[in-house]
């Protein structure tokens, strides 16, 4: 059942064009939290092969933009509202500066698996403390955060960092998740101002 499921979303990539079949679980997140707005400036961190920059970059339309970032390359015609960045999140924070503030912050990153469930879980946090150090660092107060992380000893952390930075944070584990990954969502709503976030720890990646 579980497997037959899966076929269905990557049958559905398929004939909607999208390269990848996560597309369908940030059009749950948005559906759920309604992140993606026409006009907004987006950063999309783990964007390869470009599924999520695809659905941003309509959602946002002509008077928006997407950054999309990411160590491998997209597999899409780049969006004309888009631009992307080949490189880690940890060595771009100059260049994600540059072309900030954004009013929505995702993070789809996910680590090389190892086989080893804490290794990967640990790798995970630091790829969501990454893409949430560049939110507070980037992101207009006010705005919203998806990221992606593996559940572990390391998820209430980053879940009370989450609390910490927004006025509302939100556990979402979308219906296209493949039944045995033990990935969900943090979402964070209304970033709020830089004084009221308490220190979250290094920023990654910015200078
Ligand atoms: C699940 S895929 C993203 C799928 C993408 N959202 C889509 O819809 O097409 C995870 C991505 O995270 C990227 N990634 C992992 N570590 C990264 C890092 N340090 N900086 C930037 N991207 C990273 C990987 O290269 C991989 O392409």
Redesign the pocket.
Known sequence: MGRRRQDHWARQAKRDD???R??YK?EEIDRRARLVRPGLRVL??????????LYLARGVGPGGFVLA????PLRIALPANARFLR????DLGAEIAAAGPFDLVVS?????TTGDRGTDQHRSFE?FV?ALDLALAHARPGSDFAG?IFQGPSFEEARARLRGAYAEARVIRPRATRAESYEVFLVGLGLRLPHLVPCLGRTAGVA
Do not use: E, I, N, Y
Not at 69 to 72: E, K
Not at 87 to 90: I, R, T
């Open positions: 999208f390269p990848a996560s597309v940030l999309d961190l783990g964007a390869a092969p470009g599924s999520w920059t970032v990411d160590l491998q490189g880690s999140c940890f789809d990153m996910a680590p090389s790829l990454a992606k």
